[in-house]
């Protein structure tokens, strides 16, 4: 167990703190878990026109699989066996990525606005001139302010490229709207407890697991389908579920415990449940003696953090708290407090998630079987290039002081510095969007189109138009991810492995991939160099030689295990150095304490919804990935537009009717568009849920236009977490309008 000592150089992955180790191999063996062929011949003999590998780019998760055609026209996606992320089963996303294809209202070639911004005036331009544009605006604006007010928002296995150019340019204004609204606050938090992250795909041992604990975490419903396919077995095994929501979900129907707590009180839950552990001694006695640091503190702190404290809080009584307690211990280690996804609340947010990350470490859960394993990685070097250009400073710089644990930068930082910057020597002028609809993305919609404005340029890349193209000076058309090589996959997971993605059909229309937009735009610059392969299949190729593999072989393999060298589950009495200051697992937090937040966390009360309005809700169906598929041919067929669940009780006393058509209006008079009505017990009575993504203002979205109501539209407020800057957009409350004309 040697290895694990040196477990603390890998763990700072992007800046974030996400665990895995890094393998190397000089000739590359398959190895399949699952005890399946290398190549899967039957299935690269079905079709007339064979398979081509690729993973998935409808959500992150990337499960590899093959792309069949007859006689030349695309006819289905299947998963690869051999691929861990998927087990050789895609989930409806998946398949529908036909549909992404196939979708006529693609961007069909570059446009270039000639009117005002958001009046979606364009010229079609040739792809030379759309780059000339974009290099001489993108020169005008270092000459004039510097090459750090340049910035990019990205989302997508295409995002890199353009990365590389921003900062080859000079820029590291660089943010992914995954941080700030979604799981920053998680891997902040468990990065302070553990000294790792808890990574993506995430890190936890759901097959092997006797007890799952479910806090705003909607498996089944966010269809990561690994995990799905792992919830699926481990309550086929007979695992105890535990769904805390206040919504009866697809998970809490699949579970023994059903806790629908009153929104916006979570901590206090976790906090009642930590006192439950400690006062009743059922914790992990010799593994907190071994790997923690604060125990006393913690105890004292949770002393008056009875259940009888938590019930009128958050409505869960006192003997169910209990009860589900002894539960998690019982099945004790390999029990998990599911750290969530989408984690941005309520502004306490990293306080919460290090409340649940301190319960699993009081129950010995990090590092062991059925809890939380040591995700690995496979290591592929990448051709080398020249040092990038420091910048002289970055949005950190216009905000001193704030956000001090924020380990990447913040897209929302990023935008109201670009609506006015608090310094006088650092402007945002310039924006790259690769992916990402940030009109829809990011909370407080009318602030992200106010700082667009104060833009001297805004180049969007996608595969669809949505709002944000709308908005664009340049729009650029990506082709979809059927059409072209991206960088291998290596995603950190149970194995080391590496998957290829490859063209199935040649580019639809005017379209082109990211890697070529970005070597093209670089040579326009003067900053090739930093691309030394002109064509990404002479890239790929260079970085599987690089480990005894080639192009021509992932092609014929698409996915290639290699062997497992390390073991998942290394906290098993050993001696063991944690990443953190004490180098044990904290949960007394002595960096929080210096930077003046609280160093265990406690429950702070939040504003209740006004009479006569309900809080907020919003999250994910299985069949979508937010509003990048809301549109898609195939999917659409699945779910077309969206509802908003309306508890049987509030109904009768608004004279609501299931099926009916209402408008929200939130607590700034902000109305939505029409949505229509779901009657159901499944939901509280004091808020209201619908799934995002839907409610598009774009008309090129011939599907999707005016279909549902966008919930982003209604996130007027936000609370932010001082801590690491992460939205909290759960703070917003509604009311309904019957009128619908």
Known sequence: MGKQLNRREFIKIAGMGVGGMALASSALKPFSLFAQPAVNEALMATGSGGATPTYCEICFWKCAGWVHKKDGQPWKIIGNPDDTHSNGRFCPRGTGGIGAYLDPDRLKTPLIRVEERGKQVFREASWDEAFTYIADKMQQIKEKY???????????????YFKNVIRAFGSNNIAAPSYAQCRGPREEAYLMTFGEGVGSPERTDIANTKCLVLIGSHIGENMHNGQVQEFTQAHMSGATVITVDPRFSTAASKSKYWLPIKPATDTALLLAWIHVIIEEELYDKEYVKKYTYGFEELKKAVRHNTPEWAYPITTIKPHVIRQTAREMAAAAPSVIIHPGRHVTWYGDDTQRVRAGAILNALLGSWGRRGGFYAPVKAHVPKPKHPPYPKPKKEWRDALPGKYPLANLSLSTAIRDITVESPVDDFAIKGWFVYGTNLIQTLPQPELTKKAIQNLDLLVAIDIMPSEITGWADVVLPECTYLERYDDLRTSPGRIPAIALRAPAFEPKYNSKPAYWMAVQLARRLGLSEYFPYERIEDYLDYRLKAVGSSLEEMKKLGVKNLPLEEDLYFLNGEPYEFATPSGKIELYSNTLAEYGFDPIPRYEAHEEPPDGFYRLLYGRAPMHSFGRTTNNPVLTELKIENEVWIHPKVAREW??????????????????NKIKVKVTERIRHD??????????TQKQLHRGFNRGADDTQLITRVKTDPIMGGTGMRVNFVTFRKEVA
């Open 146 to 160: 510097g090459a750090e007010s340049l910035a990019a928002f990205t989302h997508g296995s295409g995002g890199s």
């Open 655 to 672: 004279g609501i009717e299931n099926g009916s058509y209402i408008r929200l209006e939130n607590q700034d008079s902000v109305i939505s």
């Open 687 to 696: 808020c209201v849920y619908m799934v995002h993504g839907f409610g598009h």
